[in-house]
């Protein structure tokens, strides 16, 4: 595409190598410099579905840099199966791609794949299809534990700062058109009779009866105060002897918009805000509340404040005009285009919204500024940019005193008693992220303060994860909710890098290193919890580095050292849980924990290692319960999803734990060797080969496992009757494995004595091609007496060596005298 691959980005002169595919997908990137991969191995003449694992030692690190490159063996025209298929266009809808080698070089299909369905699946399974790990045991914390009166007094950031735009890098939103300003200005501005209320004492007025249309104009018959539904600028006005009318442009709950050109500064396009009615001393006090902290308020995602001018009675705030559309109205296009059918925003859009959006709402709370009325509303999309507009329910946060302006179905329940905060900030940002990506019927009446339940809401049930967000950021209690809109965002961008992989199931191919977590290292047969991913250090923690200059190697003398801390603060208690679960000290662990929680109920790094205590003992479902309750604290990190989807598999739950792992295959490179393995296990367990080879097939060649895997692979396909092509796959992959030369000379006869048994099948005739020669006898014989003379020459029995070279002399190839 222009002249570079729209895969790996190199030109088509760049170089010779072909990346590798294996079962249809690109190889993956090296692992993350400082990650743990797990090493796996068959054992030789073991079943493949026995694993053994070895700890990673020096010789894992990395690929020697002399090391040739693997490459495929080129795809032969007269092969069948997998290899099969050369040239011409990608059949599958929307791809661009050709067949190479027999798969699209763009989307990894094979040319007879089938086109995805409208519910994409992972790796062969759905959570629909079986229990979801919504439906798991949870563990009492945060207010559930405290009490619903606990006031939440400690507050520890499960994240830290990092610059994002729309999509991320990870998904693509289209940009908002271009809007021309003076095709903005409402033709005939009048507030719709629906949203006629009193300014003063909110009763409805102005509203029609008995087929009559009502009055604009008028005093209300409850209280007397006379109200106006019309603009009261008309186009052409000068205002301040600076700003040119062209119109209204839209209304809202505190005053008309006005669109007018800057006739000081290059007729540059501005909007004055006003009030609705100067006779509302609320819509007034809000007026004069939003001028103060504008005048201060900048960002570039906060829509820019250049002036205050006073007209007749009225104030207006001249603010930057904003050229985009708002997320309301993108959502009512798409409805329109949809024949009049409610049609949200595809999830990834709405969380890349989110994310873009966030930052902004970091810096007014780090400016001790409440937002207040979030919605979609007023959210501004303008290219490839968001803008956040309309502040006119902004407050300080230590203010008692002002109005407070919110809409129902988007304030936290709480704020009408106790008050606005950061916590109800983020309450009206999960509300609107739940409008924008799906149907949310009722949000403003039967769930005006809660959630759905899950049976009608199809969207929770496809995307836990997203699931679990919206659940926390919308938590009843605001102490449950997550605590800054810099912890939603990470956990957002995490959620949104695993929506997007589901629309496309394979091996994750980049990473996204954790804060929170390191990366597993294997998920073999007798697993231990020191294999599980480990809690980071807290760099906000003020004894984390007190604990890293401790030089003590015995952990009992650590433990006592502990002990004597400057401060016991949760990171030296932490700490402590980890050594004392290196001892198996299980009681000590147990009283830590009670005393973690004690001191925060709401800390989940507690919760966390009360799984690792259930892993120690090998109580897989007291296991789940824990890292279930992790996984709904921090929804967007990976850890605690594989670290369930090992309680599930040792505790007999299949299904969910193939999910679980595919889910984190597809997500993140770091976590694609340990899930696949994992994943084969699984599959061999029901006897699924062809979706074991699958797994195993995502484990790129840069993986320390990548041996092990293919390996594997030519031991499932020796198990079988598999046809010519998938023995010379066979063949491929034992030689793409790089094992000693012994083992690989042991597989190669398996593969060559099954190849010629074929041909005997087949009356010598060629099948196909094997090795990128035509499979005869006159080509196969050779390979096998040679293999059969280097395992004579290996062997250290003589009757195992007679037997060999008597082998070799019967499989020479056939002559004439």
């Given at each position: 595409m222009?002249?570079?691959?729209?895969?790996?980005?190199?030109?088509?002169?760049?170089?010779?190598?072909?990346?590798?595919?294996?079962?249809?997908s690109a190889s993956a990137a090296a692992p993350a410099a400082g990650s743990h991969t797990p090493r796996r191995q068959f054992a030789a003449?073991?079943?493949?579905?026995?694993?053994?694992?070895?700890?990673?030692?020096?010789?894992?690190?990395?690929?020697?840099?002399?090391?040739?490159?693997?490459?495929?063996?080129?795809?032969?025209?007269?092969?069948?199966?997998?290899?099969?298929?050369?040239?011409?266009?990608?059949?599958?809808?929307?791809?661009?791609?050709?067949?190479?080698?027999?798969?699209?070089?763009?989307?990894?299909?094979?040319?007879?794949?089938?086109?995805?369905?409208?519910?994409?699946?992972?790796?062969?399974?759905?959570?629909?299809?079986?229990?979801?790990?919504?439906?798991?045991?949870?563990?009492?914390?945060?207010?559930?534990?405290?009490?619903?009166g606990a006031v939440r007094t400690s507050v520890r950031a499960?994240?830290?700062?990092?610059?994002?735009?729309?999509?991320?890098?990870?998904?693509?939103?289209p940009p908002a058109p271009s809007i021309d300003p003076a095709k903005a200005v409402l033709k005939d501005p009048v507030v719709p009779e629906a949203r006629r209320n009193c300014p003063k004492c909110g009763a409805p007025v102005g509203r029609g009866h008995d087929g009559q249309p009502g009055k604009a104009v008028g005093t209300c018959e409850k209280c007397g105060t006379a109200f106006s539904f019309y603009p009261v600028i008309k186009p052409g006005e000068l205002i301040a002897q600076q700003y040119e009318v062209a119109g209204a442009i839209a209304y809202g709950g505190m005053g008309w918009i006005y669109l007018a050109r800057d006739r000081n500064?290059?007729?540059?396009?501005?909007?004055?805000?006003g009030l609705l009615n100067a006779s509302d001393d609320d819509a007034s006090a809000a007026a004069k509340s939003e001028k103060e902290f504008l005048a201060a308020v900048e960002h570039p995602l906060i829509v820019e404040i250049y002036n205050f001018v006073q007209h007749a009675d009225a104030r207006y705030i001249v603010m930057e005009y904003v050229p985009g559309r708002s997320i309301t109205d993108?959502?009512?296009?798409?409805?329109?285009?949809?024949?009049?059918?409610?049609?949200?925003?595809?999830?990834?859009?709405?969380?890349?919204?989110?994310?873009?959006?966030?930052?902004?709402?970091?810096?007014?709370?780090?400016?001790?500024?409440?937002?207040?009325?979030?919605?979609?509303?007023?959210?501004m999309q303008v290219g490839d940019s968001v803008k956040l507009i309309d502040l006119g329910a902004v407050r300080r946060i230590a203010d008692e005193t002002s109005p407070i302006f919110g809409t129902v179905g988007y304030q936290a329940p709480e704020v009408a008693e106790t008050g606005p905060s950061v916590a109800s900030d983020i309450y009206t940002l999960g509300r609107a992220l739940l409008v924008m990506s799906s149907e949310f019927r009722g949000y403003q009446s039967e769930y005006v303060d809660t959630l759905p339940?899950?049976?009608?809401?199809?969207?929770?049930?496809?995307?836990?994860?997203?699931?679990?967000?919206?659940?926390?950021?919308?938590?009843?209690?605001?102490?449950?909710?997550?605590?800054?809109?810099?912890?939603?965002?990470?956990?957002?961008?995490?959620?949104?890098?695993?929506?997007?992989?589901?629309?496309?199931?394979?091996?994750?191919?980049?990473?996204?290193?954790?804060?929170?977590?390191?990366?597993?290292?294997?998920a073999g047969e007798g697993f231990d919890w020191r294999q599980l991913p480990r809690l980071l250090p807290d760099p906000a923690d003020p004894m984390t580095s007190w604990i890293a200059s401790i030089t003590l190697e015995d952990p009992r003398q650590r433990m006592g050292a502990l002990e004597r801390a400057p401060q016991r603060t949760a990171q030296v208690m932490l700490t402590q849980i980890e050594i004392a679960l290196g001892l198996g000290d299980r009681q000590t662990v147990s009283r830590i924990v009670r005393e973690l929680l004690k001191s925060d109920p709401w800390d989940w790094r507690a919760i966390w290692m009360q799984g690792l205590l259930a892993f120690q003992t090998h109580a897989w479902h007291e296991a789940q319960a824990p890292f279930n309750t992790v996984y709904a604290q921090v929804p967007g990190e990976l850890a605690p999803k594989f670290a369930l989807a090992v309680a599930c598999e040792h505790g007999e739950q299949l299904a969910l734990a193939e999910e679980l792992f595919a889910i984190c295959a597809s997500t993140d490179a770091a976590y694609v060797t340990p899930s696949a393995f994992a994943m084969t296990r699984i599959r061999l367990a029901r006897d699924d080969r062809e979706g074991a080879l699958d797994a195993l097939g995502l484990i790129p060649p840069t993986s320390r496992g990548y041996s092990d895997a293919r390996t594997a692979q030519a031991q499932l396909v020796l198990q079988r009757e598999g046809t010519l092509a998938?023995?010379?796959?066979?063949?491929?992959?034992?030689?793409?494995?790089?094992?000693?030369?012994?083992?690989?000379?042991?597989?190669?006869a398996e593969v060559l004595e099954k190849a010629l048994a074929q041909l005997h099948d087949n009356r010598g005739r060629a099948v196909g091609m094997f090795d990128g020669q035509p499979a005869t006898e006159r080509n196969l014989r050779p390979k096998l007496e040679r293999v059969y003379r280097d395992l004579a020459i290996w062997t250290r029995d003589d009757d195992e060596r007679r037997r060999l070279i008597t082998q070799a002399d019967s499989t020479r190839r056939w002559s004439l005298l």
């Open positions: 222009d002249g570079y691959c729209d895969v790996c980005g190199m030109p088509p002169a760049a170089g010779a190598a072909a990346p590798s595919r294996v079962n249809g003449g073991s079943q493949p579905g026995q694993i053994r694992t070895e700890p990673p030692g020096p010789a894992d690190a990395e690929p020697a840099a002399h090391e040739p490159a693997q490459q495929p063996p080129p795809a032969s025209s007269g092969s069948s199966g997998r290899l099969g298929q050369r040239g011409g266009p990608c059949p599958q809808p929307g791809c661009r791609g050709t067949i190479v080698d027999g798969y699209c070089n763009v989307c990894g299909n094979p040319p007879d794949a089938k086109p995805p369905s409208a519910t994409p699946k992972l790796l062969g399974t759905t959570l629909s299809t079986t229990a979801t790990a919504a439906e798991l045991g949870t563990v009492l914390m945060g207010s559930a534990l405290a009490g619903p499960d994240a830290h700062r990092a610059r994002t735009r729309i999509g991320a890098g990870v998904t693509t939103v500064v290059s007729d540059r396009w501005v909007v004055l805000k993108l959502l009512k296009e798409r409805k329109a285009a949809n024949k009049g059918s409610y049609d949200p925003l595809p999830v990834d859009w709405a969380l890349a919204y989110l994310i873009e959006i966030l930052p902004a709402f970091t810096y007014l709370h780090e400016d001790g500024l409440l937002y207040c009325d979030f919605k979609p509303d007023n959210l339940p899950l049976s009608k809401m199809p969207l929770f049930a496809e995307h836990d994860s997203f699931y679990r967000l919206v659940q926390r950021a919308c938590a009843p209690l605001p102490a449950d909710r997550f605590q800054s809109a810099e912890d939603l965002r990470v956990q957002a961008m995490g959620v949104l890098r695993e929506v997007v992989a589901r629309r496309s199931p394979g091996a994750a191919t980049t990473s996204a290193p954790s804060t929170l977590f390191s990366t597993p290292m294997t998938e023995l010379d796959q066979a063949w491929q992959a034992i030689h793409a494995a790089r094992l000693d030369q012994i083992t690989t000379t042991r597989l190669e």
